[in-house]
């Protein structure tokens, strides 16, 4: 959303010299979170814009549905519109 991407190697520089628990996000999906625990880059993995527009991502993740597109016209405004509409897969 505007925000210029944190190089990998700060994050690995970072991951060096933090001996807490570390988490990164921006830009992953399934398969390059797996990745990334994997290689021990980081202990969690955080998913902001895949679970604004999945409340059920962990579900979607676990059986390999695809994810709704996040419609970045509706994030962070006052409406409910893009927060509340999105479909489920119990819907």
Partial sequence: MGA???????????????????ILAGGFDRASAEIALAEDRADLIAFGRPFLANSDLVERMQTGVALNTPDMATFYTADAKGYTDYPTLGS
Avoid: A, E, N, Y
């Fill in 4 to 22: 210029p991407p944190v190089p990998d190697s700060l994050k690995r520089q970072l991951r060096q010299c933090f001996d807490g628990p570390f």
